[in-house]
């Protein structure tokens, strides 16, 4: 009967230290849906992150979350003679941060795993150019979160989806809806303004 007593109070040891180190970094995680349809699993609230493709590092900057990048890529930290770019004339810092890869989504998973300290999360636009997501992913066991960048005419449906998606990885929900509204706003203010002006008939 004894030796049963002892069984059980090994289990039930074995079973809290299970339920300690294992179950709760489980418990800590998320799964997110991206632009792909791809279920990725991620840290509550990631502290840390990296922007790769054309314009994550802009819808990044709509979030005011700018100060949680620890690299860029190339194309930030070039000098230019005219940079016609408002969110990196807003954000001249980002020429002094370490660099990640070259830009359109051409990362360096070497560079990535250098980097201290690590991403907890990578966001990455136009995922059919420069490096495959889902082998970057897989190379440097980082989660990767594919957006479709979409534009403000035809495809503003995915650009919402997408600021959505990041929102919901950052915590911003109430931000992300804050963003898409005010578009929302604009948009309809110059349709009120423009309503008496014919179409293709330009006036100076």
């Known amino acids: 009967m004894k030796m049963n007593q002892k069984k059980i109070c090994l289990i039930i040891t074995l079973l809290f230290f299970y ?10 995680q998320r799964t997110i849906t991206d632009s792909m349809g791809r279920h990725i699993h991620i840290q509550k609230t990631p502290i840390h992150v990296i922007c790769s493709g054309a314009g994550a590092l802009r819808l990044l900057t709509y979030f005011q979350a700018q100060n ?16 016609a770019r408002p969110y990196a004339l807003a954000n001249p810092q980002f020429k002094n941060y370490p660099i990640f890869g070259e830009y ?22 136009f995922a059919d150019m420069g490096y495959n997501p889902e082998e970057l992913q897989r190379k440097i066991a980082i989660p990767v979160i594919v957006l479709n960048y979409g534009d ?19 915590n ?28 293709g008939v330009c006036t100076v």
């Open 68 to 83: 949680i990048i620890v690299a860029v890529d190339s194309i930030e930290t070039r000098k230019m003679f005219i940079d």
């Open 19 to 28: 339920l300690l180190f294992v179950s709760a970094p489980m418990a800590r």
């Open 104 to 125: 359109r989504g051409n990362d360096n998973p070497e560079r990535i795993v250098c980097l201290d300290p690590q991403p907890d999360v990578i966001f990455k636009t």
């Open 152 to 170: 403000l005419t035809h495809y503003r449906s995915a650009l919402y989806q997408s600021i959505h998606i990041m929102g919901d990885v950052l």
């Open 172 to 199: 911003k929900i109430e931000r992300a809806i804050e963003i898409t509204t005010f578009f929302d706003q604009v948009i309809a203010d110059l349709k009120a303004r423009t309503t008496d002006i014919k179409e």
